[in-house]
């Protein structure tokens, strides 16, 4: 087989290929199967010419004339698939009623083709030629007149598809023409040189451009993703300009060093083409860069769209942190900008697996929402295929069901693209973009560009909810801070204030200035606290303590907490804390109400201890008449009555110090003396119940600092609730020790007890089990014992007694001298 027979066999097998692959990819699409027809053509034309190449000289004359009317029907191929792209459901009866000329055209020139005049002789100059030699009649001029014609009209029915298209069929239409023309015009030019200059055999690369004619317009009608002819044309010029510069480089620094180093070296061959590798190698790159620049100008449409110079504006945009509405409006501009398109609608996942409109520019106008379900064939197949689908893309591919519910969905939405936006591996929201205005196509640079676009913006559209949510949970933060009534600071681990809310302004008496200034900058005794809580690492609760303004000193009760990062590490601390001005006054105010209470209580009982002497210094008075005159009942008397006086003065006093409202007054106080105070001022109640006292003062040392008469309230509310707890003939047992710096005292009874439910609220204001108590007594008590520093706790089973467990810090004795 000679080099003609291999180029046709090649070509034969190509075209066959090709045809079939572009029929194969979507069997159902008109203008695939009127391709397929069209290589059919082609191939009749090949195969005769193949044939032609085995035949003796007798038969090289008829081959000859087939070749030549097969080749007349090739332009009938173009123009039906021209009309298939202009009218896609054109029927076979319409269409061949539309090229009804074209056909009786092509018949005509190929019964000429027949004729002596058209071809008078073929045969072989010599027998290593393997194209043979024809002498052509007077019609040959018919037959070139004819392609002429042809190649006219062909570019008069794409100007008029042109035209009158938009889109798809405008590109398709371009594509058919460039591959045709380019194919026809060299073909020709190829042919009629061979014949004018003799060189027949030139003509043997003629099926090369059919095979190329094929290439273009398969590429055009079946890549589902294909680019704009001017950037196809661009990039092909490319490639041939590279190749061809490339070739001159080697082929130059081969020569210079051959030439050069002829007479150093003997033999320069390696040499050579070592050099002249390295000089292609070395020149790729600037002959790329050249290439792409002047090509670019060659085809200056192209120019429009500069991929990088997109993405890097688009990188403008998504790197400005705003909310969601302003970053899509500012995309929508964007893309209509830079695209052209008509209509911009974005699709986001809904809760129920559907994806929703959720924005529209320009917007609908009160239109329906687009709305695509879980389910949707489109949503699958981006999902699928990771890329986008335009309405073309989806009408080149095989018609599956999934495909035409795809194509239905699309039509229904009228977008011509739909891009996905992923992140994370999972499709986020969906993109549909309308016709340009232009009315050209997304083409395949297009669409990878909005595919990467797309990605970024669901990138930035997560930066921007969570920037808004950012935004939502710090003003919400700051007006819950704010609604509190509780001051919050916050302290970073630099130990500068982060957070101080009005609450806290107010208390402090500062302003909202000492944000982010040392924690220095807050009340002293704030400071000790919060640097006590960094130093240690440990959390405080319930402190009471006082900050001083310069206008007065305000009691507030502190807790603060360390809190740390992941890692463990400090972040800061937090404090909060209240002022405790007007509770401080309503304790005061519900201990002079319970010490009121208590009064009326023990005047009770001290009627009778009054009513005692009182009964002997009228016995003595009434007796006095009859026995002034005796000097030893006088005596007598007078001690008795001074006695008696003094033991009621002494039992009005102690009641007159216990009612005196007096402000707590913190001093070195013997607290032994303080109970045996407060039992005598219930020693009578104690009488009338048969009450047992246990008196245990065991401690050592019972000096505290104190306010006696407070002590003695909360001691004497203690001792009234155990009295009235138990029934006659029990015990009250009344206990001190000391342990770790503290004086323990524990008042226990052996009354009915307190269920565990209920000793969670003892020491609640108006929290009472008895059916006539105020339930004010224990509040009272603790409040004083925690004033004085100290603790109070309960301890009881239903039916076995209670126990009051009170500790204060024990006092030095240093302080007792210095007192004194």
Same mark, same amino acid.
């Given at each position: 087989?000679?080099t003609f027979?291999?180029i046709?066999?090649?070509?034969?097998a190509?075209n066959? $290929?090709?045809?079939?692959?572009?029929?194969?990819?979507?069997?159902?699409?008109?203008?695939?199967r009127y391709f397929?027809?069209?290589?059919?053509?082609?191939?009749?034309?090949l195969?005769?010419?193949?044939?032609?190449?085995?035949?003796? *000289?007798?038969?090289?004359?008829f081959?000859?004339r087939?070749?030549?009317?097969?080749?007349?029907? %090739?332009?009938v191929? /173009?123009?039906?698939?021209?009309?298939?792209?202009?009218?896609?459901e054109?029927?076979?009866?319409?269409?061949?009623?539309?090229i009804? +000329?074209l056909?009786?055209? =092509?018949?005509?020139?190929?019964v000429?083709?027949?004729?002596?005049?058209?071809?008078t002789?073929?045969y072989?100059?010599? !027998?290593?030629?393997?194209?043979p030699?024809?002498?052509?009649?007077a019609?040959?001029?018919?037959y070139?007149?004819y392609f002429?014609?042809?190649?006219?009209?062909?570019?008069?029915?794409v100007?008029?598809?042109?035209?009158?298209?938009s889109?798809?069929?405008?590109i398709?239409?371009?594509?058919l023409?460039?591959?045709?023309?380019?194919?026809?015009?060299?073909?020709?030019?190829?042919?009629t040189?061979?014949?004018? =200059?003799?060189?027949?055999?030139?003509?043997?690369f003629?099926?090369?451009?059919?095979?190329?004619?094929?290439?273009f317009?398969?590429y055009?009608?079946?890549?589902?993703?294909?680019?704009s002819?001017?950037?196809?044309?661009?990039?092909?010029?490319? +490639?041939?300009l590279?190749?061809?510069?490339?070739?001159i480089?080697?082929?130059?620094?081969?020569?210079?060093?051959?030439?050069?180093?002829n007479?150093?070296v003997?033999?320069?061959?390696?040499?050579?083409?070592?050099?002249a590798?390295?000089?292609?190698? /070395?020149?790729?790159?600037?002959?790329h860069?050249?290439v792409?620049?002047?090509?670019?100008?060659?085809?200056?449409?192209? @120019?429009?769209?500069?991929?990088?110079?997109i993405l890097?504006? =688009?990188?403008?945009?998504?790197?400005?942190?705003?909310t969601?509405?302003?970053?899509?409006?500012?995309?929508s501009?964007?893309i209509?900008?830079?695209?052209?398109t008509?209509?911009?609608?974005?699709?986001?996942?809904s809760?129920?697996?559907?994806?929703?409109?959720?924005?529209?520019y320009?917007?609908?106008?009160?239109?329906?929402?687009?709305?695509?379900?879980?389910?949707?064939?489109?949503?699958h197949?981006?999902?699928?295929?990771?890329?986008?689908f335009? *309405?073309?893309t989806l009408?080149?591919?095989r018609?599956?069901?999934?495909?035409?519910?795809?194509?239905?969905?699309m039509?229904?939405?009228?977008?011509?693209i739909?891009?996905?936006?992923?992140?994370?591996?999972?499709?986020?929201?969906?993109?549909?973009?309308?016709?340009k205005k232009?009315?050209?196509?997304?083409d395949?640079?297009?669409?990878?560009t909005l595919?990467?676009?797309c990605?970024?913006?669901?990138?930035?559209?997560e @930066?921007a909810?969570?920037?808004?949510?950012?935004?939502?949970?710090?003003?919400?933060?700051?007006?819950?801070?704010?609604s509190?009534?509780?001051g919050?600071?916050?302290?970073?681990e630099?130990?500068?204030?982060?957070?101080?809310?009005?609450? #806290?302004?107010?208390?402090?008496?500062?302003?909202?200035?000492?944000?982010?200034?040392?924690?220095?900058?807050?009340?002293?005794?704030?400071?000790?606290?919060?640097?006590? $809580?960094?130093?240690?690492?440990?959390?405080?609760?319930?402190?009471?303590?006082?900050i001083?303004?310069?206008?007065e000193?305000?009691p507030?009760?502190?807790?603060?907490?360390?809190?740390?990062?992941?890692?463990?590490?400090?972040?800061g601390v %937090?404090?909060?804390?209240?002022d405790?001005?007007?509770?401080?006054k309503m304790?005061?105010?519900?201990?002079?109400?319970?010490?009121? *209470?208590?009064?009326?209580?023990l005047s009770?009982?001290?009627?009778?201890?009054?009513?005692?002497?009182?009964v002997?210094?009228?016995?003595?008075?009434?007796?006095?008449?009859?026995q002034?005159?005796? !000097?030893?009942?006088?005596?007598t /008397? &007078?001690d008795?009555?001074?006695?008696?006086?003094?033991?009621?003065?002494?039992?009005?006093?102690?009641?007159? @110090?216990? *009612?005196?409202?007096?402000? #707590?007054?913190?001093k070195?106080?013997? %607290?032994?003396d303080? $109970?045996?105070?407060?039992?005598?001022?219930?020693?009578?109640?104690?009488n009338?119940?048969?009450?047992?006292?246990?008196?245990?003062?065991?401690?050592?040392?019972?000096? &505290?600092?104190?306010?006696?008469?407070?002590?003695?309230?909360a001691?004497?509310?203690?001792?009234?609730?155990?009295?009235q707890?138990?029934?006659?003939?029990?015990?009250?047992?009344?206990?001190?020790?000391?342990?770790?710096?503290?004086?323990?005292?524990?008042?226990?009874?052996?009354?009915?007890?307190?269920?565990?439910?209920?000793?969670? +609220?003892?020491?609640?204001?108006?929290?009472?089990?008895?059916?006539r108590?105020?339930?004010?007594?224990?509040?009272?008590?603790h409040?004083?014992?925690?004033?004085?520093?100290g603790?109070?706790?309960?301890?009881?089973k239903?039916?076995?007694?209670?126990?009051?467990?009170?500790?204060?810090?024990?006092?030095?004795?240093?302080?007792e001298?210095?007192?004194?």
């Amino acid at each position: 087989m000679n080099t003609f027979q291999s180029i046709i066999f090649v070509t034969i097998a190509g075209n066959a $290929i090709v045809g079939l692959l572009v029929w194969l990819s979507n069997p159902e699409r008109k203008l695939n199967r009127y391709f397929l027809l069209t290589t059919f053509l082609i191939t009749n034309w090949l195969s005769c010419m193949f044939v032609i190449t085995f035949q003796a *000289a007798e038969n090289l004359l008829f081959w000859t004339r087939q070749v030549s009317a097969a080749a007349v029907f %090739l332009p009938v191929g /173009f123009f039906i698939l021209q009309s298939v792209i202009s009218s896609p459901e054109i029927t076979l009866k319409s269409l061949l009623y539309k090229i009804r +000329y074209l056909l009786i055209a =092509a018949i005509t020139v190929a019964v000429i083709c027949q004729t002596k005049s058209f071809v008078t002789t073929t045969y072989f100059s010599n !027998p290593s030629e393997t194209v043979p030699l024809s002498e052509y009649g007077a019609t040959f001029i018919i037959y070139i007149l004819y392609f002429c014609a042809m190649v006219v009209g062909m570019m008069i029915s794409v100007r008029r598809t042109f035209l009158n298209s938009s889109g798809v069929q405008r590109i398709e239409s371009q594509f058919l023409l460039l591959g045709w023309l380019f194919s026809f015009s060299f073909g020709l030019i190829l042919y009629t040189v061979s014949i004018i =200059a003799g060189k027949q055999e030139a003509s043997r690369f003629l099926p090369l451009f059919a095979f190329i004619m094929d290439g273009f317009v398969a590429y055009g009608i079946a890549t589902r993703r294909i680019l704009s002819v001017s950037v196809f044309a661009q990039r092909f010029v490319a +490639y041939i300009l590279s190749a061809v510069y490339l070739v001159i480089i080697y082929v130059a620094a081969e020569w210079l060093i051959a030439t050069g180093f002829n007479y150093v070296v003997p033999d320069t061959t390696y040499l050579s083409h070592l050099v002249a590798a390295l000089a292609v190698a /070395f020149s790729m790159i600037p002959a790329h860069n050249w290439v792409q620049r002047f090509s670019c100008r060659l085809f200056s449409t192209s @120019n429009h769209f500069d991929a990088d110079r997109i993405l890097n504006e =688009a990188e403008l945009i998504f790197q400005e942190v705003s909310t969601e509405e302003t970053l899509m409006e500012s995309f929508s501009d964007f893309i209509s900008n830079t695209f052209r398109t008509t209509r911009m609608v974005l699709l986001d996942l809904s809760n129920d697996g559907s994806y929703m409109e959720r924005y529209s520019y320009p917007e609908s106008n009160g239109t329906t929402q687009l709305r695509l379900h879980s389910g949707s064939s489109l949503i699958h197949l981006i999902n699928r295929d990771r890329q986008s689908f335009t *309405a073309d893309t989806l009408e080149r591919m095989r018609a599956t069901p999934l495909v035409q519910q795809a194509r239905q969905e699309m039509n229904e939405s009228g977008a011509v693209i739909a891009i996905g936006c992923f992140l994370h591996k999972e499709l986020k929201m969906v993109v549909l973009l309308y016709p340009k205005k232009s009315g050209s196509i997304y083409d395949l640079r297009e669409q990878r560009t909005l595919e990467r676009l797309c990605n970024q913006l669901c990138v930035a559209l997560e @930066n921007a909810q969570l920037y808004t949510k950012a935004q939502n949970s710090k003003i919400y933060n700051d007006i819950l801070l704010d609604s509190l009534t509780s001051g919050i600071i916050a302290i970073n681990e630099t130990r500068c204030i982060t957070v101080f809310n009005q609450c #806290a302004q107010l208390i402090t008496r500062l302003n909202d200035d000492i944000l982010n200034q040392p924690v220095e900058q807050l009340p002293e005794e704030l400071v000790d606290i919060v640097n006590h $809580i960094f130093d240690s690492d440990t959390a405080v609760r319930d402190v009471d303590t006082f900050i001083q303004t310069s206008e007065e000193r305000i009691p507030i009760r502190v807790s603060g907490s360390v809190f740390h990062g992941y890692t463990g590490k400090q972040l800061g601390v %937090l404090l909060v804390f209240s002022d405790m001005t007007h509770l401080r006054k309503m304790e005061e105010k519900i201990r002079r109400t319970d010490r009121l *209470a208590s009064i009326g209580t023990l005047s009770a009982g001290m009627a009778h201890e009054i009513k005692n002497p009182l009964v002997t210094v009228k016995t003595f008075t009434e007796l006095l008449p009859e026995q002034y005159d005796n !000097p030893e009942f006088r005596g007598t /008397f &007078v001690d008795l009555v001074q006695q008696e006086v003094r033991r009621i003065d002494s039992i009005v006093n102690r009641l007159l @110090n216990f *009612a005196r409202p007096a402000k #707590a007054t913190l001093k070195p106080t013997k %607290l032994h003396d303080v $109970i045996d105070n407060s039992i005598r001022l219930v020693e009578q109640q104690l009488n009338n119940k048969s009450i047992h006292l246990n008196r245990q003062l065991k401690a050592t040392s019972d000096l &505290v600092m104190a306010d006696a008469e407070q002590i003695n309230q909360a001691l004497i509310n203690l001792f009234m609730n155990a009295i009235q707890a138990m029934s006659p003939n029990g015990t009250l047992t009344i206990v001190t020790a000391e342990q770790e710096n503290m004086l323990c005292i524990a008042v226990s009874d052996t009354g009915c007890g307190i269920s565990e439910e209920q000793q969670k +609220y003892v020491f609640d204001p108006f929290f009472s089990t008895k059916e006539r108590g105020v339930g004010l007594g224990l509040s009272v008590s603790h409040g004083i014992i925690n004033e004085h520093l100290g603790r109070i706790s309960i301890e009881s089973k239903k039916g076995e007694g209670t126990t009051f467990h009170l500790e204060l810090p024990l006092a030095d004795e240093k302080e007792e001298i210095l007192s004194e």
